[in-house]
């Protein structure tokens, strides 16, 4: 059944280095999202692209998080250099706009980021 | 404006009993209200939704009751189980026809659920 793919799945890095997630959306979704979950900030939007264009990455670190679609069946986002506060589960989401589902977002499995 | 606040931070139900979560907002642009499901180690999942035109929503033993002037929401589990122990999180959206607000949906802080046999 079509679901959100996203690797790693646990990642395990020291400080200061390059942290790159992928995500493989739902075929024929045409909206990706990047969320954050933390225990103290709950799930946080990142970044949101609509047909590939990023819409809102307003919730992102722009000084080291970086979030791209260089096709439609990958989306990534990359953490250079990482920092120990960036430990974090990082989901991936997709939906389609205009769809019959409605705004209904298919989250991934996650990616576990531990920064030592 | 875009917060969504949620209580309790954690509610335990034993089996067969209500679970009530709370949710309020502030933005009247909202009009579109999912509650989302999350069980360790996996994504949020679509539980249930509701529009702003109707005051009440059921599926199975999941129900959103809205109240549009209040701007507050809930949901109600019936007949609590077990396997209902996770995590829930209400959001809010605005489905509207465009822009680059429409379609995010705010998350509120989540609610532990544990249903004891």
């Known amino acids: 059944d079509a679901r959100v793919t996203q690797t790693p799945r646990d990642k395990v890095t020291e400080m200061g280095q390059e942290v790159t997630m992928r995500c493989q959306p739902i075929l024929g979704h045409n909206t990706v999202f990047w969320y954050r979950q933390t225990m103290m900030q709950g799930l946080e939007l990142l970044a949101y692209?609509?047909?590939?264009?990023?819409?809102?990455d307003s919730g992102m670190p722009k000084d080291r998080f970086s979030a791209e679609m260089p096709d439609a069946t990958l989306a990534t986002l990359k953490i250079q250099p990482s920092e120990p506060r960036d430990s974090a589960v990082y989901f991936c989401a997709s939906g389609f706009r205009g769809g019959p589902g409605g705004d209904e977002q298919f989250f991934g499995p996650g990616t576990r980021l531990t920064v030592l | 404006q875009q917060q969504v606040k949620q209580s309790p931070q954690s509610l335990i139900v034993q089996k067969g009993g209500i679970s009530i979560i709370n949710c309020a907002y502030e933005n009247t642009a909202f009009d579109y209200f999912p509650w989302y499901q999350q069980f360790p180690g996996k994504g949020p999942a679509l539980l249930i939704a509701i529009r702003p035109d109707v005051s009440e929503k059921k599926e199975g033993r999941f129900t959103i009751s809205f109240n549009k002037s209040a701007k507050q929401f809930s949901l109600h589990i019936m007949d609590s189980q077990p396997g209902d122990s996770a995590t829930y999180f209400c959001a809010a959206s605005m489905i509207g026809s465009g822009g680059t607000s429409y379609g995010k949906l705010t998350f509120g802080q989540g609610t532990i659920l544990t249903v004891h046999p």
């Open positions: 692209f609509r047909n590939r264009a990023p819409l809102d």
